[in-house]
């Protein structure tokens, strides 16, 4: 069986260079594209030099070109739009990881999943995605509990990072709404808010020097509190996540599937 062939989009940024490093050191895949941005000062560099794991004799371009077989990426909105818009045009597989995206970005991610199999998800990681299931499961089951469950959702993150609060934190509280039924999201507090009202879901950006990424969220009880709390110490916990869900959407039919689907959660 050939190689799957494999472009990263955002392949000079933070997450790119651990998916190439990924890519590179897989059997049965090779790197096909390395796009970056089209102001990129990594434009025409060695992609696997880049990402510090030795020459991959793929120079970083601002475009796609012929022979990919999926789309990993995790670049900005911008580079999600290119990459979506690629997807589409080709009918190439898609596993979308940038967050902070626009109902218009979010619409054309929808769009690619009409063509091919798509991946859409602010999180690649195992743990974080069974972290949700739990919290989800734990959402359920505190749903009518005496005096109700207060529930707020702390995430932690490096100082670089552009959207706030993150698509993971984002997802954790849609997950828990979709079973406690919270219809107003508060992001952060100030001044007199008054009592907290049971109806409302919070959440805390956190933005700390060089935190990979954690996510806590907490159920408050009258008489007792539970948290769930799951850290990242690498971003290969996601280049991993991402790489399996490109082995799954390529050659599948299209639809969105969601990283429990990848996984086997
Ligand atoms: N779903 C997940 O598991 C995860 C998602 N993310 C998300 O991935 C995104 C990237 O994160 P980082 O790597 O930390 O950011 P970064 O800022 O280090 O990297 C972004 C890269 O995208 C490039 N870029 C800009 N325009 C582009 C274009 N048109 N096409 C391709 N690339 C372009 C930039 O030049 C940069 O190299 C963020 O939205 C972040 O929230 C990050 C980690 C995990
Ligand atoms: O920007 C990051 O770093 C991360 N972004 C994602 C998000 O916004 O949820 C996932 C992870 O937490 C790291």
Redesign the pocket.
């Known amino acids: 069986m050939s190689d799957l062939r494999i472009a990263v989009s955002g392949a000079a940024g933070r997450m790119g260079r651990r998916v190439i490093a990924q890519v590179l050191g897989q059997e049965g895949m090779t790197l096909a594209a390395a796009v970056d941005g089209p102001n990129s000062e990594f434009l025409d560099q060695d992609a696997g030099t880049v990402a510090g794991v030795g020459e991959a004799g793929i120079p970083i371009t601002s475009e796609y070109g012929d022979g990919i077989d999926a789309i990993i990426d995790f670049s900005t909105p911008p580079g999600l739009e290119q990459a979506a818009n690629f997807s589409i045009e080709r009918a190439v597989p898609l596993v979308a990881a940038t967050?902070g995206l626009t109902e218009l970005q979010i619409a054309l991610i929808d769009e690619a999943a009409k063509k091919t199999a798509v991946v859409f998800a602010?999180?690649m990681s195992l743990a974080v995605n069974l972290c949700m299931k739990l919290a989800s499961d734990a959402a359920a089951a505190l749903k009518d509990a005496p005096g109700g469950a207060d529930v707020e959702v702390v995430e932690r993150?490096?100082r670089y990072?552009e959207?706030a609060p993150?698509?993971?934190?984002l997802h954790f509280g849609k997950l828990v709404a979709e079973q406690m039924g919270q219809s107003n999201h508060v992001h952060g507090r100030d001044g007199r808010p008054g009592a907290r009202p049971h109806d409302e879901i919070g959440y805390h950006a956190l933005r700390l020097g060089d935190t990979v990424?954690e996510h806590n969220v907490t159920f408050g009880l009258l008489g007792e509190t539970i948290e769930l709390t799951v850290r990242?110490h690498t971003r290969d916990s996601?280049a991993i996540g991402a790489v399996a869900a490109a082995k799954f959407v390529a050659g599948r039919s299209p639809g969105h599937y969601t990283m429990n689907d990848v996984l086997g959660l």
Do not use: I, V
């Open positions: 967050t602010p999180n993150h490096h990072k959207d993150s698509g993971t934190a990424g990242s996601y």
